[in-house]
């Protein structure tokens, strides 16, 4: 008898691209020598939280998908990496799943290294000691991929003067 996550595997991999909805993800090795356009058949609301499933796998993808190629929205946002690669199907692992961290640099008046936690949802924050002072739309840029990969902008500071860090997201 199948599991229930077999069970829905097997439903989502029997889905046929061209009668799926939703947006297009970019899928590069780490050396971003190989480049995959993939759909995206299962997004959070219909998967584990922090995840995603897209339409390439061992079998239907040239050159094949891998564990840990970079995965990303467009030309240059970095949403996650693969973590499980299925026949037709593979799993990927979002940056912004809660507790998730990533190494990012803010590209504002000076490039300042720091740590992004995911919060869900496409969400980070990044927390700084106060005095440093970071421009809302500051790009968040991932230092080993170049300043051309990013993972978003600061939308939002949250600083208090009786508190010696700031929040951003």
């Given amino acids: 008898a199948k599991s229930a996550f077999e ?10 691209p061209d009668e799926i909805q939703n947006p297009t993800i970019d899928v590069r090795s780490a050396a971003r020598i ?3 356009v993939a759909k995206v058949i299962a997004s959070p609301s219909l998967s584990p939280y922090g995840l995603i499933i897209i339409d390439l796998g061992q079998e239907n993808s040239r050159p ?15 949403i996650g990496k693969i973590d499980t690669v299925y026949r037709r ?8 799943a809660p507790g998730a961290t ?23 924050t990044i927390i700084l000691p106060r005095g440093l002072e970071i421009p809302v739309g500051a790009t968040v840029a991932v230092p080993q991929l ?13 600083k208090k003067e009786t508190e010696s860090l700031q929040t951003l997201r």
């Fill in 7 to 16: 069970s829905v595997k097997a439903e989502l991999e029997a889905l046929r």
């Fill in 89 to 96: 199907s593979a799993k990927v692992l979002l940056f912004s």
């Fill in 34 to 36: 190989a480049r995959s």
């Fill in 102 to 124: 990533q190494e990012v640099r803010l590209d504002g008046a000076t490039s300042t290294p720091a740590l992004a936690t995911g919060r869900g949802n496409g969400n980070f």
């Fill in 146 to 158: 170049g300043a051309r990969i990013v993972l978003g902008a600061i939308t939002e500071i949250q």
């Fill in 64 to 78: 094949a998908v891998r564990k840990d190629s970079l995965v990303l929205a467009g030309d240059n946002l970095l």
